[in-house]
């Protein structure tokens, strides 16, 4: 990151995005207090009251589907990897598709946590704590990555190189992002989603121009230039760059294809983002409206990555950062020197802030409204809690969530934490995915095999993961002076989705459905015809 702190360490350099940064938290800030401080009730807190409209909530969609590492990763694994990192483009687009089978059923239950969709399918509050469980599982590793994306990358901005500066950075901009989702709710949420999409798209297509001008509007001269920055053509467009082309590496891509498009489309974020949805109508034509904004927004990132190699080139980026996530910043920087590109540049600055701001408060606001709803409320209080304890259980769930998070993403900054991303993902896909499927669609899903989807599916993930190379054995792994692993793959999702179904099916199979089964699944039918929870 050498290079660009040239740009970074002079006083106009640093004053521009230090000043647009502080309005944008401003607005940000104000946001969510016009529109989130009047949520008393624990529906409009969690869930907007149900009443956001399809525009509002495919724009918001958007937003919960571009993570930090969603924008600036792929960029640059374009532009180092070619082909593998355009076939991650095109599973993430995929995940959109698979969340349009699910959104109606899912609104129809008339529920917007994970524990509490369960529970349609099976009494008692074994289906809460085990949502509130996974929940807790998928969200907080996401927010840490995160959150250490976040110091990286503001201190790389501001040009601050100290020892400690990217610690630092994460400690203020995690507890900034706390008091967002804390006071901000599903409505200010929400707001900072749209918005953070609009200004995303707004930036994207700029560049693009920009690029494409570099290159008199001849996209096949920035193709192969593309290639030529980054090894030729016969690597660039060949599988094998991001893994490898032995057997093991292609096992390897399909592998993060399949996590990418499974894991996506179910994180709890999204589940509460469809319950604020008006109907189960709404919702289908909000998802069906956000695919075609990311299969826009994706095209686009691939776009920009071709320019990357194109223009900056993959020797350039890798000497600044080998995980290549600097590579946007780079590509501002050397398409344009002057006051102008200056200036897109701290746009584009801000635009990363308020990605991982609104990435942040969506993966809190999840968590606590599972703390709060499925067990304070669902569990503890067996539904007696009043709507302005819950909703004041629900706020400081937010703060407890986000402090130990900060304290993780503090703690783990310097160690090898990027796969925890993938690992969610892969639970997402192999343990919530076949629960949901099989509680919206299979009438002979026992409670039986919910719990052994549930907590045996999360065991097979927690052990492939824990005895593969990203923990032990590699260089990049998170112990590198050990080696115990045995499972050859970094992502699990190949071998863990079909456990996970398969472990689903079994447990149902094994007894028949007891009446109180039978009786529960009327009731299910029923609630979900009435859409409440």
């Known amino acids: 990151m050498n290079e660009f702190r040239v740009l970074a360490s002079g ?43 399809s525009l509002r909530s495919a724009l918001a969609l958007c937003g919960d589907y571009i993570p930090v590492t969603a924008l600036l990763s792929p960029i640059g694994t374009v532009a180092l990897s070619g082909y593998d990192s355009m076939m991650l483009a095109v599973s993430a687009c995929t995940a959109l598709i698979i969340l349009l089978a699910l959104a109606e059923p899912l609104r129809d239950t008339g529920r917007f946590t994970l524990g509490s969709i369960l529970q349609t399918r099976v009494t008692g509050t074994a289906p809460r704590i085990a949502g509130t469980v996974l929940t807790l599982v998928v969200c907080v590793p996401l927010i840490v990555v995160q959150l250490t994306v976040a110091g990286d990358v503001t201190a790389y901005v501001l040009g601050l190189d100290a020892s400690g500066t990217a610690e630092i950075c994460t400690a203020l901009i995690g507890l900034l992002i706390i008091s967002f989702a804390a006071f901000g709710g599903m409505r200010g949420t929400s707001m900072i989603q749209a918005g953070k999409a609009l200004l995303l798209f707004s930036v994207v297509l700029t560049l693009i121009v920009v690029s494409v001008n570099r290159f008199d509007g001849d996209f096949g001269g920035m193709l192969e230039a593309a290639a030529l920055g980054s090894g030729g053509a016969e690597v ?12 093991t590496g292609t096992v390897e891509l399909l592998s993060l294809c399949l996590t990418v498009s499974l894991g996506s489309a179910v994180v709890p974020p999204i589940l509460l983002r469809i319950g604020a949805t008006l109907s189960g109508r709404t919702a289908r034509r909000a998802v069906g409206r956000a695919v075609v904004m990311i299969t826009l927004f994706y095209g686009a990132v691939v776009l920009l990555g071709l320019a990357a190699a194109a223009v900056v080139g993959a020797q350039t980026i890798t000497a600044d950062d080998p995980q290549g996530n600097s590579a ?19 746009v584009a600055a801000c635009a990363v802030f308020v990605t991982i701001l609104a990435t942040v408060a969506g993966l809190a606001l999840a968590t606590a409204a599972s703390l709060s709803h499925d067990i304070y409320a669902g569990t503890l209080r067996r539904g007696t809690a009043t709507d302005k304890r819950e909703t004041s259980v629900a706020r400081w769930a937010v703060v407890a969530v986000g402090v130990a998070s900060v304290f993780l993403s503090v703690l783990l900054h310097a160690w090898s934490i990027v796969f925890l991303a993938s690992f969610a993902a892969a639970v997402a896909a192999s343990v919530i995915l076949p629960a949901l499927i099989y509680t919206l669609f299979w009438k002979g899903f026992t409670r039986r095999g919910m719990l052994w989807t549930l907590y045996g599916s999360l065991a097979c993930c927690l052990l ?11 260089p990049y792994s998170l112990l590198s002076g050990y080696d115990f692993h045995w499972f050859p793959l970094q992502n699990i999702a190949l071998v863990s989705v079909p456990i ?33 929870d």
């Open 236 to 247: 660039y467009h060949a599988p094998g760059l991001l893994f490898g082309d032995t057997t």
């Open 464 to 474: 492939l993961q824990f005895f593969g190379p990203t923990v032990s054995g590699r």
């Open 11 to 53: 006083e106009s350099g640093l004053l521009t995005p230090l000043t647009l940064f502080l309005a944008v938290v401003c607005v940000c800030f104000l946001l969510c207090l016009v529109t989130g401080m009047d949520s008393e009730t624990p529906t409009d807190f969690y869930a907007a009251d149900r009443s956001l409209p």
């Open 500 to 532: 996970g179904f398969l472990m689903g099916w079994i447990g149902s199979r094994l007894g028949p459905r007891t009446p109180a089964e039978y009786a529960q699944g009327t009731t299910a039918r029923a609630g979900m015809a009435a859409g409440a």
């Open 328 to 346: 946007l910043f780079l590509l501002v920087r050397t398409l344009d020197g002057s006051g102008a590109g200056r200036l897109l540049f701290t």
